[in-house]
């Protein structure tokens, strides 16, 4: 090969290598602020890598380090992303300290920080508590429309009872208590007046959960 020949594909290698770089310099990894789209929002990101195995993203988020799913992240910059941070295994530790002077006495090495792993919540627990506590809640309903309500003359016999209720509320402050919205929608018969009459009630429970044992109702309120 002449040296013409050499030096004019040793100028075309340079010329292809300086475009990728400019390429990935384009894609940003820092971020004042990041809104992921289950509704989380994360401040002073910068990002890692992505692992195309899993398809998630290593973050840094206020000196924190998570891995996030990349479909949380909003297109068109999850694609771009996934397509120009390194891949996984190349970026593997984080510095958020500020450096020291160096000192003539040899320090420990730093341990690895730690890796906070974020997943997409799962929401099977949560649910299965909120059906106990709105279980436990429409039980006592059920309960006091047919054998504790009074209307009319007080000799009434409740035949037929429909109970609708709302989604538990975690009480504030009480973090095993729970609060349930309801309405019930009665037909009773008075046997004093030989009549039969319909009417609706609404109502408040509040059930209780400690550690170990199942919900129970600690206040019913009608309203």
Do not use: C
């Amino acid at each position: 090969m002449s040296a013409l020949k050499r030096f004019r594909m040793q100028t075309m290698l340079l010329f292809l290598a300086a475009g990728a770089v400019a390429w990935a310099e384009d894609v940003p990894t820092r971020f004042i602020r990041m809104d992921l789209r289950d509704g989380r929002t994360l401040t002073n990101v910068v990002v890692k890598s992505y692992d195309a195995a899993t398809g998630k993203l290593l973050l840094v988020a206020d000196g924190k380090a998570m891995l996030v799913p990349a479909d949380l992240i909003p297109p068109p910059l999850a694609a771009r992303l996934k397509a120009g941070v390194p891949a996984a295994g190349s970026t593997t530790a984080f510095v958020t300290s500020q450096p020291v002077a160096p000192s003539a006495v040899p320090e420990k090495p730093a341990s690895a920080p730690t890796v906070q792993m974020i997943d997409t919540p799962s929401a099977t627990g949560s649910d299965q508590m909120l059906a106990s506590h709105k279980g436990a809640a429409e039980e006592r309903a059920q309960r006091y429309y047919r054998y504790e309500f009074k209307a009319g003359s007080d000799a009434i016999s409740v035949t037929a009872l429909d109970i609708e209720t709302e989604q538990p509320e975690a009480i504030m402050g009480w973090p095993d208590r729970f609060r349930t919205k309801g309405k019930a929608y009665l037909e009773f018969y008075d046997s004093k007046g030989g009549s039969f009459s319909r009417t609706t009630s609404s109502f408040e429970i509040i059930t209780e959960q400690k550690p170990g044992q199942l919900p129970k109702v600690v206040d019913f309120t009608r309203l």
